[in-house]
């Protein structure tokens, strides 16, 4: 069967058609919990995000700096898959191999292909949780691959479109970080002194101890 599909590697189409058929004949429950985590994954990224600058009321201003930066890398990263999207208009997969069986539904014609954004955004979202919490070091990139692997495995991207969208996330996000670092961690230290940003920047700090004679 010729996979040859303008503007998609040969190989990445070929691939794509294993990964499918190798969903197809996974059993249901699987299939099921595949679709559910494609979506899950960037949720449960976001929410580590979240711990990780609850963590880092108890740090210090570049700590916190990072983790009030973290969201806007992983931002710039969406919004800059999403401009590359509408730029190429390249076609899902499911639109022209009519013969694959997806696990979920194929996007409408419209939201096209690559990168993919759910790898970026997984992407620089692993690559800003590290930068912010190093215990996540191995957690975090395993989320960001299992959520590329899941775009192909449920149908709706080739392999070449989750490999840009990892890419694209894991180079945009170190650059964010880096370029605003410094600026953000001298208004984190100057936000830490007014009172009423106190709760949301720091932790409230026991009175030290009365000095002895």
Do not use: Q
Not at 18 to 25: G, K, S
Not at 107 to 113: A, E, H, L, T, V
């Amino acid at each position: 069967m010729g996979t040859e599909i303008e503007d998609v590697p040969d190989i990445s189409a070929e691939w794509y058609r294993e990964v499918t058929a190798f969903a197809r004949d996974t059993p249901e429950w699987v299939r099921d919990a595949a679709e559910v985590a494609t979506d899950a994954v960037p949720a449960i990224l976001f929410a580590l995000l979240v711990f990780g600058w609850w963590r880092a009321r108890r740090g210090d201003d570049r700590r916190m700096a990072l983790a009030l930066l973290a969201p806007v890398a992983v931002v710039v990263a969406y919004l800059t898959s999403e401009g590359i999207k509408s730029l190429m208009r390249l076609r899902r997969p499911c639109w022209d191999l009519a013969d694959v069986v997806t696990v979920a539904p194929c996007p409408p014609y419209g939201d096209w292909s690559l990168p993919s954004n759910h790898a970026t955004f997984a992407a620089a979202g692993a690559v800003a949780l590290v930068a912010l919490w190093r215990g996540t070091a191995v957690a975090a990139p395993v989320l960001a691959l299992l959520e590329a692997f899941s775009r192909v495995f449920v149908g709706v991207h080739y392999p070449h479109d989750v490999a840009a969208g990892l890419l694209l996330g894991a180079v945009t996000a170190p650059v964010v970080l880096l370029a605003l670092r410094n600026p953000a961690t001298a208004l984190v230290a100057a936000m830490r002194r007014r009172p009423a940003l106190t709760a949301l920047l720091a932790t409230a700090r026991p009175p030290a101890p009365p000095r002895g004679r």
